[in-house]
């Protein structure tokens, strides 16, 4: 059974730091491109970034281009978000996802981790 | 990027009902349209891809057509577990973009 557990979620001071993680389990985790989409409070979709099989090709939303880094641990089965002068309107659930056939369909979430970022 | 819009934005229904929820994309994106339900406090789950592409456990009462820019996803008979809110989803190219919403109540 397709499994993503996300975690590290929180409250964090605008201007601060957090860290991600998504583990992965019951497939080939190296062998997927994966994603990061976020929901805000009582809000739609939004798609975050990718990140290739081998983890080098990597691609962001504009507006978190610069500030999120995606990166895989394919040894661990584990997908990490670092999310750096964090905003207010950043404020959401974030989703890891699998993604179908490198084809930007996300055929399996995880159960989201909530991030507050507030002072 | 490309604008995903959906209508309505909100829909009651009652149970037995078909039901029709349309996505239109600012540009064309032949049949790269995939469509999401997400259940309050659920992650979304992918419901069809390709435009019309039934994901593997997915009822057959769920379908979708559409190419270029407009699109289709229509639920034959609605059942109890099916009143969520459903997101339409390009991957045309990137960043993929998603629709609002149409939120589907009980009517």
């Known amino acids: 059974e397709v499994q993503l557990v996300e975690s590290g979620g929180g409250l964090v001071q605008p201007g601060g730091s957090l860290r991600l993680s998504c583990a992965a389990s019951g497939f080939t985790f190296s062998s997927y491109w994966m994603h990061w989409v976020r929901q805000a409070p009582g809000k739609g979709l939004v798609w975050v970034s990718r990140?290739?099989?081998?983890?080098?090709?990597?691609i962001y939303a504009d507006s978190m281009k610069g500030r999120f880094t995606i990166s895989r641990d394919n040894a661990k089965n584990t997908l990490y978000l670092q999310m750096n002068s964090l905003r207010a309107e950043d404020t959401a659930v974030y989703y890891c996802?699998?993604?179908?056939?490198?084809?930007?369909?996300?055929?399996?979430w995880g159960q989201g981790t909530l991030v507050i970022v507030s002072s | 990027d490309i604008q995903m819009t959906q209508s309505p934005s909100s829909l009651s229904a009652s149970v037995g009902d078909r039901v029709t929820i349309t996505c239109r994309a600012s540009q064309s994106i032949s049949s790269y349209l995939n469509w999401y339900q997400q259940k309050p406090g659920k992650a979304p789950e992918l419901l069809i891809y390709a435009s019309s592409t039934l994901q593997g456990g997915v009822p057959s009462r769920f379908g979708g057509s559409g190419s270029g820019t407009d699109f289709t996803l229509i639920i034959s008979t609605l059942q109890p577990e099916d009143f969520a809110t459903y997101y339409c989803?390009?991957?045309?190219?990137?960043?993929?973009?998603f629709g609002q919403g149409t939120k589907l109540e009980i009517k």
């Open positions: 989803q390009q991957s045309y190219t990137s960043p993929a973009t």
């Open positions: 990140i290739n099989t081998d983890g080098i090709s990597t």
């Open positions: 996802a699998r993604d179908l056939r490198a084809a930007r369909v996300f055929d399996f």
